[in-house]
Antibody
């Protein structure tokens, strides 16, 4: 059974870049059947899709964040990563990594989530 | 973007009650609609995909129906462990979008 685990700093200063990594075990990010995605949830609020990446490196981002987001993949480490630049307090959220089907886009496996707080 | 509107935003029901949640899409999403359960402090969990298909291991008291722009999610007999927030999600178009959530509590 695939497992995903987020890692990275829990505190980021305003205007800096948020960086998170998702490590996948029990499955391969090189699979042709899935995309690898980031989703966030501000405290007490709903879910927002940030974007996803395919094993080839092809990406799709939410237009609301596209100018500040970069998702990358490292197949040798079985990891994918998120960078979000120029962060503000509005970017404070629990960030989840998740696996999503390449044909039917449902998120069938999720990491436990990591809270990132933007504050000086 | 396709807007997903859930109603109600919260509800309170008794154990054993039938609970129904509605999700409306701002445009036709055919059957590209999924449902998730999120318990406090936990990641969402996929319950239903493509409107009505139960994910493996999910109890049969959960069900979904609908098409086009109007969808429903039903718990046939509410159990204490069903206390959670439920979200719909569409994948007709990018960006993938979620409904605002429905918080289910026990009366």
């Amino acid at each position: 059974q695939v497992q995903l685990q987020e890692s990275g700093p829990g505190l980021v200063k305003p205007s800096e870049t948020l960086s998170l990594t998702c490590t996948v075990s029990g499955g391969s990010v090189s699979s042709t059947s899935y995309y690898w995605s980031w989703i966030r949830q501000p405290p007490g609020k709903g879910l927002e899709w940030i974007g996803y990446i395919y094993h080839s490196g092809s990406t799709n981002y939410n237009p609301s964040l596209e100018s500040r987001v970069a998702i990358s993949i490292d197949t040798s480490k079985n990891q994918f990563s998120l960078k979000l630049s120029s962060v503000t307090a509005a970017d404070t959220a629990v960030y989840y990594c998740a696996r999503v089907g390449a044909v039917a886009s449902f998120f069938d496996s999720w990491g436990q989530g990591t809270l990132v707080t933007v504050s000086s | 973007d396709i807007q997903m509107t859930q109603s109600p935003s919260s509800l309170s029901a008794s154990v054993g009650d039938r609970v129904t949640i509605t999700c409306r899409a701002s445009q036709d999403i055919t059957n590209y609609l999924n449902w998730y359960q999120q318990k406090p402090g936990k990641a969402p969990k996929l319950l239903i995909y493509d409107v009505s298909n139960l994910e493996a291991g999910v109890p049969s008291r959960f069900s979904g129906s609908g098409s086009g722009t109007h969808f429903t999610f039903t718990i046939s007999s509410l159990q204490p462990e069903d206390i959670a927030t439920y979200y719909c999600q569409q994948y007709e178009n990018l960006p993938l979008t979620f409904g605002g959530g429905t918080k289910v509590e026990i009366k």
